[in-house]
C-alpha cells in the first residue's frame, strides 16, 4: 500500500518541483527543458517539450459576411431612401445580469457597425461602466461627456436584460461491486456523470432621435445561446485493502463573447434596417419577411407627390443599372425609360404604377442591390472628386482676387476698393474710366496697378458711390462684388464693340 500511495504522490511533487522550476526561470523554452534534472520525469518533459507557443489569432465570426451585405444594401437603398452618412450615437449599453461578459457591451456594438460602415460615437467614457470606484462619478462624467462633431442620425439604447439557466441534460451513473471475504474482499466501483447547462441570455436594442424619441419599427430583441458540458468518469477497484482508482473529468463551453456577438449583430441589422427602412431581411437566410416594414415603406412612397415619387425612381433606375442622367427634372429620354418599364411591367403609368414599380424595386424585383452598391460608392467617389476640384477651384479663384495694398504703394493694411477693369480690352474706354476717377473730387488717393489693370482707390466713399461714379459714364457695364481681403468690382462691359463711341 506504501509503494502503491508513493507512486500517486510522487508525480505530483515532481510536477509541483517543474512549476517552481518554470516560474523562476527567464530563458526561453529550451533552456527551461535543460533546467530539469536529468533523473526527471521523463513523460512529463516530453509534455511540455511538445507544448505550442501562444499564437495570437484572428476573431472572425459568420456574421460579418452579413453585415457586408447589410453595408452594400446601406449603400445601395441609402440614396434612394434619402439618408447621407450616418452616424450612431452610443452612450452605455449595461450587462448587469450576465458575468461572462463586459458590464458594457457598447465596444461590442460598436465593432458590428463599423463591419456594416457605419460610423459611431460614443459619448461616454468607458469607466462609466465600471463596477468600482469610478462608477461612484457617474454624475461627473456626465457632466464632461463629449459632444459629437454634429447631431447624430440616430442613437442606439439598450442592453442585456436578461439571462436564465437551464439544464437541458443530466446523467448520473453509479455501479458498485463488493465480494470475498478476509484478505480477498473485494470491493470496486464505477461512475459516470455528465451534465449540460444552457444559459439564455436576452439583448434589447432600440434606436432613438437625436431629440430620444424612438424610431417607428426600430427595436427588437434576440437571445443568445451557451452551453456548457460537465462529464465525469472513474473507475476503483481494491483487493484486500491495495487497489488503484483512475477517474477523468472534462469540462468544455461555448464562447460566451462569440454569442453575444452574434446576437447583437442579428439585433442591430434589425433595428438599423427599420430606422432606414430598407430590406436587411435579404442579408442573411436566419431573417423572416418584415411585412409591417414593407407596409410602412409602401405608406411612404403613397404620401410622395408625382415629382417626389419620380425621383425616387430616378434613383432606384441608377441603382438598377438603367442608363439614365442625374439631372433633375428628368429628361424626355430618361421620362420615356421610366414609362417603358412600368409598361414592361404591366403597370399603369400613374401615380399608383409609380409606387407598385418603387415597391417592386425596394423588394428586390429585378434590382441587385450588390451591383447597385458598386454603382453608387462610384458616385460618391465621383461627387467628392468633383467637389474637392470646385474646392480647388475656388481657391484659385480667391487667391487670384486678393490684392495687397502694398502692390499700390500704400501702406500695409490700408482700406482700399478695388475697381477690377480687366474684362474691358478696348484702350479708349479704359482711359475715359481713367479720366473719370482723376475728375473725382470724393475718390480720394487713386493708384493705378503698375501690371495689372486695377485701380485702387483709397476713400471714404461707400462701395455704391463707386458703382454710381462709374454708372455715370453712361457706358453698358456690368457690375460684379467680392470682397476677398478688399473690396472688389469688376466691370464687365455688355454689347461694347470696337465702333462704338464715347460721348
Not at 54 to 81: F, K, S, T, W
Not at 209 to 233: C, K, M, W
Not at 393 to 418: H, K, S, Y
Request: charged fraction near 25%.
Amino acid at each position: 500500500m506504501r509503494l502503491f500511495v508513493t507512486y500517486l504522490i510522487l508525480p505530483a511533487v515532481l510536477l509541483r518541483a517543474a512549476d517552481g522550476r518554470l516560474a523562476s526561470a527567464s530563458e526561453e523554452k529550451t533552456a527551461e527543458f535543460r533546467s530539469f534534472p536529468e533523473h526527471g520525469d521523463k513523460a512529463l518533459k516530453k509534455a511540455l517539450h511538445n507544448i505550442p507557443p501562444p499564437v495570437a489569432v484572428e476573431a472572425r465570426n459568420p456574421e460579418d459576411e452579413m453585415l457586408h451585405r447589410l453595408r452594400e444594401m446601406v449603400i445601395a437603398y441609402g440614396l434612394p431612401m434619402g439618408y447621407g452618412p450616418i452616424t450612431i450615437e452610443i452612450d452605455y449599453l449595461g450587462n448587469p445580469v450576465y458575468d461572462k461578459l463586459p458590464n458594457d457591451i457598447a465596444q461590442i456594438a460598436r465593432d458590428i457597425f463599423a463591419k456594416a460602415g457605419i460610423s459611431t460615437f460614443r459619448t461616454l467614457p468607458e469607466a462609466a461602466a465600471s463596477k468600482g470606484s469610478s462608477a461612484i462619478a457617474l454624475p461627473q462624467l456626465l457632466r464632461d461627456r463629449g459632444t459629437p462633431p454634429k447631431p447624430p442620425t440616430f442613437r442606439l439604447v439598450g442592453g442585456i436584460e436578461g439571462t436564465e439557466q437551464l439544464v437541458v441534460k443530466g446523467r448520473n451513473g453509479r455501479i458498485d461491486v463488493e465480494g470475498g471475504g478476509g484478505k480477498t474482499f473485494t470491493n470496486g466501483g464505477l461512475t459516470g456523470d455528465h451534465g449540460s447547462i444552457l444559459t439564455v441570455g436576452t439583448i434589447g436594442l432600440t434606436l432613438e432621435h437625436p431629440n430620444s424619441l424612438d424610431v417607428e419599427g426600430a427595436s427588437a430583441r434576440v437571445s443568445f445561446y451557451v452551453e456548457q458540458t460537465d462529464s465525469n468518469h472513474g473507475v476503483e477497484l481494491y483487493m484486500g485493502g491495495n487497489g488503484l482508482g483512475i477517474g477523468r473529468r472534462l469540462k468544455t463551453s461555448q464562447d460566451p463573447l462569440r454569442a453575444a456577438y452574434s446576437a447583437m449583430a442579428m439585433n442591430i441589422a434589425t433595428v438599423l434596417g427599420s430606422a432606414l427602412k430598407i430590406p436587411y431581411f435579404r442579408c442573411d437566410e436566419n431573417f423572416s419577411h418584415d411585412t409591417a416594414l414593407e407596409y410602412r415603406v409602401r405608406q411612404d412612397f403613397e404620401r410622395l407627390t408625382d415629382a417626389q415619387l419620380t425621383a425616387k425612381l430616378q434613383r432606384f433606375l441608377i441603382v438598377a443599372g438603367f442608363g439614365i442622367g442625374r439631372q433633375w427634372p428628368l429628361q424626355p429620354t430618361d421620362r420615356a425609360v421610366l414609362i417603358v418599364e412600368m409598361q414592361h411591367r404591366k403597370l399603369p403609368v400613374d401615380h399608383a404604377g409609380m409606387v407598385e414599380l418603387a415597391m417592386q424595386f425596394w423588394r428586390g424585383v429585378g434590382l441587385n442591390y450588390r451591383d447597385g452598391a458598386k454603382r453608387m460608392a462610384k458616385i460618391y467617389v465621383d461627387n467628392d472628386r468633383s467637389a474637392a476640384e470646385q474646392a480647388e477651384q475656388e481657391a484659385v479663384q480667391q487667391a487670384a482676387l486678393r490684392v495687397d495694398p502694398r502692390e499700390f504703394g500704400f501702406a500695409p493694411g490700408t482700406r482700399i476698393i478695388v475697381v477690377d477693369l480687366s474684362p474691358i480690352r478696348r484702350p479708349d474706354v479704359l482711359k475715359y474710366i481713367s479720366a473719370t476717377f482723376r475728375h473725382c473730387r470724393n475718390c480720394g488717393e487713386v493708384r493705378w496697378h503698375q501690371q495689372r489693370p486695377l485701380v485702387a482707390l483709397n476713400t471714404a466713399m461707400k462701395e455704391s458711390e463707386v458703382q454710381s461714379l462709374i454708372t455715370s459714364t453712361r457706358l453698358p457695364f456690368e457690375y460684379v462684388w467680392s470682397h476677398v481681403q478688399s473690396p472688389r468690382l469688376l466691370v464687365v462691359p455688355v454689347g461694347m464693340t470696337d465702333s462704338a463711341s464715347i460721348r
